[in-house]
């Protein structure tokens, strides 16, 4: 297959109906995107796979759902107002504006990320290096300036300072308030993780590729509490846990790469990083980050609110502020990894074309398509079928058009299994099960149909 560009995936999101430009009919809006039928399928997938994961087969974890509005002294408690913001830079000549940092990154493809760097750092190595201006060319900028990303709004009927809050910037903000609940309301002992997937909005100053950078966006993360001193085992553990679940999810492991922040480059509440990063028509970027934050956020929060936020071991008596390490990834993020992994275009033995989404059938938006060979004779049977079958797997069901097309268009969304209802069906209770992997075609019988597709889905 040729590379596969970024065009190219939007192209087949929008014909299949995984994601369509936002408020399309209106001429969009910049940088908004919807998610169709299957990439609401798919998300949803990632994230009960994700789930299942941090949640249900770890002990101790629990799942929150936050408010996406929060009290806006959490943000500046928790450094956002203050510190929360990107270097912006204007070409003077053409007034398009960019962040300075990423003018740093992509000239030296990413040798040097300026993550950290102050402005006069910025400033002086863009022009040291007379970095251009990527729309046009000159070497003309004005001064850096901080610009927060912090969504504002406001809040009640007055639209006066008081009224201003902010939508989250991160999910992790609404687990660290509720650290005492949540830890108190389960019972739960340290070491213990506390889950939360929704969404977050950063005021990007360059949203862009795709669905990479966007301004609304979700998050699944997980702050996991321990004790100070077990932090760095911890942060291992899960670096390891993370890559794991992305290669489990059917991601090709020479398409991540770890990549340890250096020193300069830590965001201000973190003691170390790591990012996970994925291999995107664009190149290497970040896809998920794991953070060691230390006791900076109950510490802040605490201060902040005046209310304790430490944990008491109820085997030792000793009281004190639990360290955090934080895995956390974007859906969206995610789920364009795994659209760009799984994509594939095969060269057939007849020498025609097949596209092809090697989905893992976990994540697949449809496990089974229900085909009846001849419509006016198998129809009523495979509806049968697909009705008993729905109750189980999310089923689609296709009566179109010769066979053949029919397995195409199953194999573009990634559908695993495709069933054919034949005579054999009507005559001997059997159905031809093909594999949209090898292409290969099985007979089973129908009464052990739901087993045979709950053995092959199991995640
Ligand atoms: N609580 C830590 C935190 O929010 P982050 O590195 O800023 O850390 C975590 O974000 C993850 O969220 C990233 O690794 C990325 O997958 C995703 N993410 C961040 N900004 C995003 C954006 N503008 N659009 C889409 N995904 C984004």
């Known amino acids: 297959m040729e590379k596969l560009t970024m065009e190219k995936i939007v192209n087949i999101c929008k014909q299949y109906g995984f994601i369509f430009q936002g408020s399309e009919i209106y001429d969009g809006l910049a940088n908004t995107w919807d998610y169709g039928p299957l990439g609401s399928r798919l998300k949803n997938n990632i994230k009960d796979l994700w789930r299942k994961r941090f949640v249900a087969e770890r002990e101790n974890s629990y799942e929150l759902d936050a408010a996406i509005l929060m009290n806006p002294e959490v943000w500046v408690a928790s450094g956002h107002v203050a510190s929360f913001a990107d270097p912006l830079i204007d070409c003077k000549d053409c007034k398009t504006r960019h962040r300075a940092d990423k003018l740093v990154e992509e000239f030296t493809n990413g040798a040097e990320t300026g993550d950290g760097w102050d402005n006069e750092k910025l400033e002086n190595y863009i022009k040291d290096n007379k970095i251009p201006c990527p729309k046009c060319g000159s070497n003309n900028f004005t001064t850096i300036r901080k610009f927060n990303l912090l969504f504002e709004t406001h ?139 230390t006791d900076y956020d109950l510490t802040v929060h605490s201060n902040h609110s005046g209310k304790e936020l430490k944990y008491l071991d109820p085997d030792t008596n000793e009281k004190y502020t639990p360290y955090v390490i934080e895995p956390s990834v974007g859906c969206d993020r995610l789920l364009l990894a795994i659209l760009c992994d799984s994509y594939d275009e095969e060269i057939l033995e007849d020498g025609t074309t097949r596209e092809v989404m090697h989905f893992i059938p976990a994540l697949a938006p449809y496990k089974v398509a229900v085909l009846p060979l001849m419509k006016k004779y198998h129809q009523e049977k495979a509806m049968d079928i697909y009705h008993k079958l729905s109750k189980s797997f999310m089923c689609t069901y296709d009566e179109a058009g010769n066979i053949g097309k029919r397995y195409r268009r199953q194999d573009v969304i990634g559908t695993p299994f495709c069933i054919t209802i034949d005579e054999e069906t009507l005559n001997n209770g059997t159905v031809t099960v093909r594999d949209r992997d090898t292409m290969k075609q099985k007979t089973i019988k129908i009464d052990n149909l739901e087993e045979y597709i709950s053995d092959r889905i199991k995640f």
């Not at 679940?245 to 480059?265: A, M, Q, S, Y």
Request: glycine share 8%; proline share 4%; aromatic share 16%.
């Open 155 to 293: 809040m009640g009927v007055t639209e006066d300072s008081k009224s201003k809050v902010y939508l989250r910037g991160e999910t992790a903000q609404g687990i660290f308030v509720n650290f005492l609940n949540v830890q108190r309301s389960m019972r739960a002992k340290i070491p213990f993780g506390i889950a939360q997937i929704g969404k977050a909005f950063r005021n990007e100053i360059t949203p862009g590729n795709f669905i990479f950078r966007t301004r609304e966006f979700e998050q699944m993360e997980y702050e996991f509490f321990c004790k100070p001193g077990t932090d760095m085992e911890w942060f291992k553990f899960y670096e390891e846990y993370c890559m794991k679940f992305l290669t489990d999810l059917g991601i090709n492991k020479d398409n991540l790469r770890l990549r340890k922040h250096k020193p300069e480059e830590l965001v201000f509440y973190s003691k170390g990083t790591t990012d996970i990063e994925y291999n995107y028509p664009n190149g290497f970027g970040e896809l998920w980050g794991i953070a060691d934050r």
